[in-house]
């Protein structure tokens, strides 16, 4: 697994840098690293976990201009890309998985989690993470 510099912060410090161009860094490191493997399993992202992951990014910043925060990124044993926003005042977290294929039976999901509140939906259009993250926002 390839991890591009994950940071929890407070929600108040998501939007001190462009939240899209923190997150398009972030997995744009993932993209150039290594073909390699380690122990977990692949280091890069495949291209439809990759581009899944990009275009979805853009569009939700395209719908939420600079209220987009930033996000850190990481991949799967397989290649899968999952990008997380998370903070700890309030804690909260929210995390977007595109599996390494293009597969109905492990589809773009999308995870939520404050307190005790919690769930998963399946990610039809970069709508779904903008609702998402605009309750990541107001949290």
């Known amino acids: 697994m390839t991890v591009a510099k994950e940071q929890i912060t407070?929600?108040?410090?998501n939007y001190s840098r462009s939240g899209l161009s923190i997150t398009l860094k972030r997995l744009g490191e993932l993209y150039e690293g290594e073909d390699d493997e380690d122990e977990y399993g692949i280091l890069k992202?495949?291209?439809?976990?990759f581009k899944t992951a990009l275009n979805l990014v853009v569009e939700a910043h395209s719908m939420m201009g600079?209220?987009?925060?930033?996000?850190?990124?990481?991949?799967?044993?397989?290649?899968g890309v999952s990008l997380t926003w998370t903070s700890v005042n309030p804690a909260c977290k929210v995390?977007?998985?595109?599996?390494?294929?293009?597969?109905?039976?492990q589809p773009v999901r999308i995870y939520h989690r404050?307190?005790?509140?919690?769930?998963?939906?399946?990610?039809?259009s970069a709508t779904t993470l903008v609702?998402?993250?605009?309750?990541?926002?107001q949290a």
């Open 10 to 13: 407070d929600s108040g410090s």
């Open 45 to 49: 992202p495949s291209d439809f976990a």
């Open 66 to 79: 600079s209220s987009f925060p930033k996000a850190s990124a990481c991949t799967d044993h397989q290649g």
């Open 95 to 105: 995390r977007l998985f595109c599996p390494f294929i293009d597969d109905d039976e």
């Open 114 to 124: 404050k307190n005790d509140e919690h769930g998963s939906k399946k990610v039809i």
């Open 131 to 137: 609702e998402r993250l605009q309750w990541f926002n």
